[in-house]
């Protein structure tokens, strides 16, 4: 009788240790599952945020917002050049703000998946991740603001000089700016990094 007690103890113990582990998978497995569902979500909201940004129309609304938020409440005048041009800094600075929060969620997210799934290699595709784009995007950022100086300062240059502020112009917008589908390189270097990241992480959600 107390071999069989001592049996049937064993055989609950083991079952109950089958039904823990089989629990952790489960839990493990919901835990991966949720931490894809959120990476997917916030690298397509970065990716958007970085859409509009790149679409150069500001409305006079978003000036307006950005002007008083940069500028302690004060009402613009549009018809003063300074105010405008003021204005239209203030809502580049602020779409540009609203990428960087963005993209920090998304690095929360993603870093606690690659921990999850033990693969610190997942977010790397064609051997960049999401932050070489964003340095890419304010590496040319900076460049368009040393070339709007360049150009007030240099009203009266000559005609090869002009040339050379178009052409540098030219190279910067192809970053900065939206452009036809087909001709938007940046754009559709982006996208295929989202349909990449969406592809490895289909096996997790399921």
Request: charged fraction near 35%; aromatic fraction near 12%.
């Amino acid at each position: 009788m107390d071999s069989l007690s001592t049996l049937i103890s064993i055989g609950t113990f083991i079952l109950v240790l089958i039904g823990l582990n089989t629990w952790r998978k489960q839990l493990k497995g919901e835990n991966t599952y949720k931490l894809s569902l959120d990476v997917l979500r916030e690298l397509k909201l970065t990716l958007v945020a970085i859409d509009e940004y790149r679409y150069v129309f500001y409305p006079a609304d978003e000036m307006y917002y950005a002007f008083k938020k940069y500028n302690n409440d004060k009402i613009p005048d549009f018809m003063n050049g300074s105010d405008k041009k003021t204005a239209y800094k203030c809502a580049e600075i602020e779409r540009w703000n609203k990428i960087i929060e963005q993209f920090n969620i998304y690095t929360s997210c993603m870093l606690k998946l690659a921990v999850s799934i033990n693969n610190y290699a997942i977010d790397l595709v064609n051997g960049k991740r999401l932050k070489d784009y964003l340095i890419e995007l304010s590496r040319n950022r900076s460049k368009k603001e040393l070339a709007d100086d360049e150009r007030e300062e240099l009203q009266f240059i000559n005609k090869d000089e002009r040339n050379r502020l178009k052409d540098e112009y030219l190279e910067i917008n192809k970053i900065l700016s939206k452009r036809s589908k087909d001709e938007d390189i940046f754009g559709q270097t982006i996208d295929q990094y989202f349909e990449e990241i969406n592809r490895r992480l289909r096996k997790y959600i399921k």
